[in-house]
Protein backbone atom coordinates (compact mmCIF):
# COMPACT_ATOMS: atom_id res chain seq x y z
CA UNK A 1 0.00 0.00 0.00
CA UNK A 2 0.87 3.59 -0.89
CA UNK A 3 -0.16 6.80 1.17
CA UNK A 4 -0.19 9.82 -0.67
CA UNK A 5 -1.23 13.12 1.01
CA UNK A 6 -1.02 16.19 -1.39
CA UNK A 7 -0.70 20.07 -0.37
CA UNK A 8 0.03 23.51 -2.46
CA UNK A 9 -3.33 24.42 -3.42
CA UNK A 10 -5.09 27.17 -3.24
CA UNK A 11 -6.28 30.18 -5.27
CA UNK A 12 -4.10 32.64 -7.54
CA UNK A 13 -4.83 35.09 -10.26
CA UNK A 14 -4.42 33.96 -14.20
CA UNK A 15 -1.01 34.31 -15.20
CA UNK A 16 0.17 33.37 -11.27
CA UNK A 17 1.77 30.23 -10.28
CA UNK A 18 1.21 27.23 -7.51
CA UNK A 19 3.65 24.54 -6.82
CA UNK A 20 1.41 21.55 -5.60
CA UNK A 21 3.59 18.77 -3.36
CA UNK A 22 2.32 15.19 -3.07
CA UNK A 23 4.39 13.18 -0.12
CA UNK A 24 3.95 9.36 -0.92
CA UNK A 25 4.62 6.68 1.94
CA UNK A 26 4.22 3.27 2.66
CA UNK A 27 5.44 0.59 -0.29
CA UNK A 28 6.80 3.06 -2.47
CA UNK A 29 9.11 0.52 -4.06
CA UNK A 30 5.64 -1.18 -5.45
CA UNK A 31 5.21 1.81 -7.46
CA UNK A 32 7.35 3.35 -10.62
CA UNK A 33 5.53 6.60 -11.65
CA UNK A 34 3.74 9.08 -10.22
CA UNK A 35 1.21 11.42 -11.44
CA UNK A 36 -1.15 14.46 -10.99
CA UNK A 37 -4.62 14.53 -12.39
CA UNK A 38 -7.18 17.14 -12.04
CA UNK A 39 -10.85 17.36 -12.23
CA UNK A 40 -12.96 20.40 -12.76
CA UNK A 41 -16.95 20.24 -11.77
CA UNK A 42 -19.07 19.00 -14.72
CA UNK A 43 -15.80 17.29 -16.32
CA UNK A 44 -14.20 14.07 -16.33
CA UNK A 45 -11.03 13.42 -14.83
CA UNK A 46 -8.30 14.05 -16.68
CA UNK A 47 -4.05 13.28 -16.74
CA UNK A 48 -1.88 16.82 -16.27
CA UNK A 49 1.38 15.00 -16.09
CA UNK A 50 3.51 12.00 -15.15
CA UNK A 51 6.81 10.87 -14.77
CA UNK A 52 8.94 7.65 -13.67
CA UNK A 53 9.97 7.44 -10.65
CA UNK A 54 13.32 5.44 -11.28
CA UNK A 55 14.25 8.26 -14.41
CA UNK A 56 13.19 11.19 -15.19
CA UNK A 57 11.30 10.97 -18.18
CA UNK A 58 7.78 12.80 -18.10
CA UNK A 59 4.91 12.52 -19.91
CA UNK A 60 2.09 15.96 -20.23
CA UNK A 61 -1.13 16.77 -21.38
CA UNK A 62 -0.87 19.17 -24.24
CA UNK A 63 -3.00 21.61 -21.97
CA UNK A 64 -0.14 22.09 -20.01
CA UNK A 65 2.94 21.93 -21.69
CA UNK A 66 5.80 24.99 -21.39
CA UNK A 67 3.72 25.78 -18.09
CA UNK A 68 3.38 22.87 -16.06
CA UNK A 69 6.84 21.13 -14.65
CA UNK A 70 6.57 17.66 -12.96
CA UNK A 71 9.64 16.72 -10.54
CA UNK A 72 10.19 14.85 -7.95
CA UNK A 73 12.57 14.38 -5.05
CA UNK A 74 13.38 10.54 -4.04
CA UNK A 75 15.40 11.48 -0.93
CA UNK A 76 11.42 12.48 0.55
CA UNK A 77 9.43 10.44 -1.92
CA UNK A 78 7.53 13.86 -2.88
CA UNK A 79 6.86 14.47 -6.34
CA UNK A 80 5.72 18.39 -7.30
CA UNK A 81 3.55 19.85 -9.68
CA UNK A 82 5.74 23.67 -10.88
CA UNK A 83 2.42 25.50 -12.35
CA UNK A 84 3.30 28.46 -13.77
CA UNK A 85 1.25 30.63 -16.09
CA UNK A 86 -2.26 29.86 -14.86
CA UNK A 87 -4.98 29.98 -16.54
CA UNK A 88 -9.03 29.98 -15.42
CA UNK A 89 -9.38 26.97 -17.00
CA UNK A 90 -6.77 25.28 -14.73
CA UNK A 91 -8.95 25.73 -12.24
CA UNK A 92 -9.50 21.97 -10.60
CA UNK A 93 -9.53 19.60 -7.82
CA UNK A 94 -5.91 18.48 -8.59
CA UNK A 95 -5.55 14.53 -7.45
CA UNK A 96 -1.58 12.63 -6.79
CA UNK A 97 -1.67 9.51 -7.82
CA UNK A 98 0.66 6.14 -7.96
CA UNK A 99 1.57 3.39 -10.20
CA UNK A 100 0.68 0.37 -8.73
CA UNK A 101 2.40 -1.84 -10.65
CA UNK A 102 1.34 -5.36 -9.56
CA UNK A 103 -2.40 -3.97 -11.40
CA UNK A 104 -0.59 -1.79 -14.01
CA UNK A 105 -2.71 1.44 -13.13
CA UNK A 106 -2.78 4.12 -10.83
CA UNK A 107 -3.58 2.11 -7.84
CA UNK A 108 -3.05 4.66 -4.97
CA UNK A 109 -4.40 8.24 -5.02
CA UNK A 110 -4.31 11.49 -2.94
CA UNK A 111 -7.16 13.32 -1.36
CA UNK A 112 -6.62 15.70 -3.68
CA UNK A 113 -6.20 20.21 -3.38
CA UNK A 114 -7.92 22.62 -4.90
CA UNK A 115 -6.51 24.90 -7.27
CA UNK A 116 -8.38 28.21 -8.46
CA UNK A 117 -7.46 30.52 -10.90
CA UNK A 118 -9.29 34.00 -11.45
CA UNK A 119 -9.27 36.05 -13.91
Known amino acids: QVQLVESGGGSVQAGGSLRLSCAAS????????MAWFRQAPGKEREGVAV????????WYADSVKGRFTISQDNAKNTVYLQMNSLKPEDTAMYYCAACDDSRRDFGYWGQGTQVTVSS
Open 51 to 58: IHTGGDST
Open 26 to 33: GDTSSSSC
